[in-house]
T-cell receptor
Framework: GQQVMQIPQYQHVQEGEDFTTYCNSS?????IQWYKQRPGGHPVFLIQ?????EVKKQKRLTFQFGEAKKNSSLHITATQTTDVGTYFC?????????FGQGTILTVHP | DSGVTQTPKHLITATGQRVTLRCSPR?????VYWYQQSLDQGLQFLIQ???????AKGNILERFSAQQFPDLHSELNLSSLELGDSALYFC?????????????FGPGTRLTVT
């Protein structure tokens, strides 16, 4: 069964609003990775977090790895139309990189 | 451009047929992964090869098989195709063997089974 859960499944925002997606694992992860897939495109690696409590920023994107290394979040400040797509978290579980179901972000101009 | 190439881009075939999807990894990457993506299933891991050897297996059907060749390109063979096999098939590559490495995805092959 699914061992990396991601919520929400869908998020619709107005341009300029903030957006957050959450990722939870049933077990401790050695790292968490985030990917973005634009509509009609392929998943693109964004970032990897390794340390407990780690926070990394990429411009308007803030990534956090939980203290217990079982959860993570991606926060986008002041969304833009270029942010549309599906955001996936992924963690190595039992020798395989296991992806969450993804959060589909729609940004209304 | 991730540096991972996949051919063909699109494939339309009939039920019961067999197809081969091809993937070339990024220069220097030794691992190749295959994923299936359908609308309601997200990204499903199928199989991983590292330097020519099978390393990990996911939810890959017995009708599906893969291999990685000495030049590191990989092929995914799908046989006795069913309507439910229609999906996007992605190949990804990474430098190392472990699943903790980040992966670089190709543009995908869209398979339509009619």
């Amino acid at each position: 069964g699914q061992q990396v859960m991601q919520i929400p499944q869908y998020q619709h925002v107005q341009e300029g609003e903030d957006f957050t997606t959450y990722c939870n694992s049933s077990t401790t992860l050695s790292n968490i990775q985030w990917y973005k897939q634009r509509p009609g495109g392929h998943p693109v690696f964004l970032i990897q977090l390794v340390k407990s409590g780690e926070v990394k920023k990429q411009k308007r994107l803030t990534f956090q790895f939980g203290e217990a290394k079982k959860n993570s979040s991606l926060h986008i400040t002041a969304t833009q139309t270029t942010d549309v797509g599906t955001y996936f978290c992924a963690g190595p579980l039992y020798g395989k990189l296991t992806f969450g179901q993804g959060t589909i972000l729609t940004v209304h101009p | 451009d991730s540096g991972v190439t996949q051919t063909p881009k699109h494939l339309i075939t009939a039920t019961g047929q067999r197809v081969t999807l091809r993937c070339s990894p990024r220069s220097g990457d030794l691992s190749v992964y295959w994923y299936q993506q359908s609308l309601d299933q997200g990204l499903q891991f199928l199989i991983q090869y590292y330097n020519g050897e099978e390393r990990a297996k996911g939810n890959i059907l017995e009708r599906f098989s893969a291999q990685q060749f000495p030049d590191l390109h990989s092929e995914l063979n799908l046989s006795s195709l069913e309507l439910g096999d229609s999906a996007l098939y992605f190949c990804a590559s990474s430098p190392g063997e472990r699943s903790s490495y980040e992966q670089y995805f190709g543009p995908g092959t869209r398979l339509t089974v009619t």
